[in-house]
Each structure stands twice: as structure tokens, then as C-alpha cells.
């Protein structure tokens, strides 16, 4: 059973920085022909859809994230305490939201493709909030 907790939401001025933290009790780093086990963060603002901000998977080089953080938000993992970061900068209030972190079993065409979304994810934290204020 995997198990997700964050850390690390908090407030901060627009232009600021963030970092938050999610240990992912349970998660096994693996992969075939078929899936590979991924990370990720997502984000959600009440009366909105779930937004994907960024995802990493085994072997993790880099990551894939969502239009509007790109450049802006990082995400980041370490296997040996299965956790997953997302250092986030340049805040601005658009960033406002719940954001919560999920572990799946992704299908490879899915991942080449970067078509994901939360249906690709079976897991998730009860999340952490994030408030950005000008």
C-alpha cells in the first residue's frame, strides 16, 4: 500500500519562492516494456479541474510539466527516502491551490507522448495548500 504525505505549503508574496516535500511510503521504482512508476504533482483550485504541474518517473532525468509552470517550477525526487520535491519560483497568484502529490503506474506511450493526466495515477496525499499574494 503506498502512502502519500506533503509538506512544505505555506504563503508567500508574488515573485517568491516555495519548496514542497511528499514522502511516498511504500512506492517501489520500476518498470517493464509496458509502465513505468512515476511521481507527480498536481494542483487544484475548488471549482476547477485537476491540474497537472509536474511528473517524474524511474530513472527521472528531468520531468514533465504543465504549461504553466514550465520554466518556472522543478520537479525532483530522492529513491533512497522516496520522496519528491517541487521547488517552485517566480509565484504568482495564478499558483494558488491545492496541490497534492500522486504515485502511478504510467503506460510508456503515455509517457512518450506527455498526454498524463490525474487518471494516469492511483495514488494520492491529502495535499498541501499553497497561497500567493500580490
Known amino acids: 500500500q503506498v502512502h502519500l504525505a506533503e509538506s512544505g505549503g505555506g504563503s508567500a508574496m508574488a515573485g517568491g519562492s516555495l519548496k514542497l516535500s511528499c514522502v511516498a511510503t511504500?512506492?517501489?521504482?520500476?518498470?517493464?516494456?509496458?509502465?513505468?512508476?512515476?511521481l507527480a504533482w498536481f494542483r487544484q483550485v475548488e471549482g476547477r479541474e485537476r491540474e497537472r504541474v509536474a511528473v517524474i518517473c524511474v530513472g527521472g532525468n528531468g520531468g514533465n510539466y504543465g504549461d504553466s509552470v514550465k520554466g518556472r517550477f522543478t520537479i525532483s525526487q530522492d529513491t533512497a527516502t522516496k520522496s519528491v520535491f517541487l521547488d517552485m519560483a517566480s509565484l504568482n497568484s495564478e499558483d494558488t491551490a491545492m496541490y497534492c502529490c500522486a504515485a502511478g503506474w504510467v503506460e510508456n506511450s503515455r509517457l512518450r507522448t506527455g498526454h498524463i493526466d490525474a487518471g494516469d495515477f492511483t495514488h494520492w496525499g491529502q495535499g498541501t495548500r499553497v497561497a500567493v499574494s500580490s
Open positions: 511504500g512506492f517501489s521504482y520500476t518498470m517493464n516494456r509496458i509502465r513505468t512508476s512515476c
